[in-house]
């Protein structure tokens, strides 16, 4: 026979016949590793269940990448069980963060209901008409403050009052706008309550 010269391929084993004995040792040491690994995730992320499931994710993720053969596969699991921790609670906590800034409605919650979006129409209707009921100096600064965001002071300088006076209006604005949302008319379910 001739030798033929050998190429860079053919010095390394072949992958069909070392594949399986990587796989097997993954699982060996994994399987090993478990508990100590879910010990790690439980104490970050405070939850058995959500520790449970990152494990497997853990191991699906070293599955599915090709084996590189490491000295000390232990170590590396529990390290890289670590780091999953630390990006889960990274995740959660943007996911909150975003969560927070969100209106109900676009979070998907079903507590805002058809009943409440009701009332707070009629409340604003309320506070509309004891608005309109108010002195015409009392309601403009009202309004300058709330809808136009001046400040008192700048609300005195631009009509010619003292601050004390502005303040003054604006808590009898305020008592009012409180006084209507507060002197809600009875519900009609109350008034079929009576005998």
Same mark, same amino acid.
């Given at each position: 026979?001739?030798d033929?010269?050998?190429?860079p391929?053919?010095r390394?084993?072949?992958?069909?016949?070392t594949?399986? /004995?990587?796989?097997?040792?993954?699982v060996?040491?994994?399987?090993?590793r478990?508990e100590?690994m879910e010990?790690?995730l439980r104490r970050?992320?405070?939850?058995r269940?959500?520790?449970a499931?990152?494990?497997?994710?853990l191991f699906?993720?070293?599955?599915?990448?090709?084996?590189?053969?490491?000295?000390?596969?232990?170590s590396? /699991?529990?390290?890289?069980?670590?780091n999953l921790?630390i990006?889960?609670l990274?995740?959660?906590g943007?996911?909150?963060?975003?969560?927070?800034?969100l209106l109900?409605?676009q979070?998907g919650?079903?507590?805002v209901s058809?009943?409440?979006? /009701?009332?707070?129409?009629?409340?604003?209707?309320?506070?509309?008409?004891?608005l309109?009921?108010l002195?015409?100096?009392?309601?403009?600064?009202?309004? /300058?403050?709330?809808?136009?965001?001046?400040t008192?002071?700048?609300i005195?300088?631009?009509?010619?009052?003292?601050?004390s006076?502005?303040?003054?209006h604006m808590?009898?604005?305020?008592?009012?706008?409180k006084?209507?949302?507060a002197e809600?008319?009875?519900?009609?379910?109350?008034?079929?309550?009576a005998?």
């Amino acid at each position: 026979m001739v030798d033929l010269p050998s190429s860079p391929e053919s010095r390394q084993p072949d992958p069909s016949l070392t594949e399986p /004995l990587q796989q097997d040792a993954f699982v060996r040491t994994f399987l090993a590793r478990r508990e100590q690994m879910e010990a790690v995730l439980r104490r970050r992320v405070g939850c058995r269940a959500t520790a449970a499931d990152l494990v497997q994710e853990l191991f699906l993720r070293f599955w599915r990448r090709p084996g590189a053969p490491l000295e000390d596969l232990g170590s590396y /699991l529990i390290r890289s069980a670590h780091n999953l921790a630390i990006d889960h609670l990274r995740s959660e906590g943007a996911r909150t963060r975003n969560e927070a800034g969100l209106l109900p409605e676009q979070r998907g919650d079903s507590s805002v209901s058809l009943d409440a979006a /009701l009332e707070a129409g009629s409340d604003l209707r309320r506070v509309e008409a004891a608005l309109r009921g108010l002195p015409e100096r009392t309601r403009h600064i009202f309004l /300058l403050n709330r809808i136009h965001g001046q400040t008192y002071g700048q609300i005195a300088r631009s009509m010619a009052l003292s601050q004390s006076s502005v303040e003054k209006h604006m808590m009898r604005a305020l008592q009012v706008c409180k006084a209507s949302v507060a002197e809600a008319p009875a519900a009609p379910s109350q008034a079929s309550d009576a005998p």
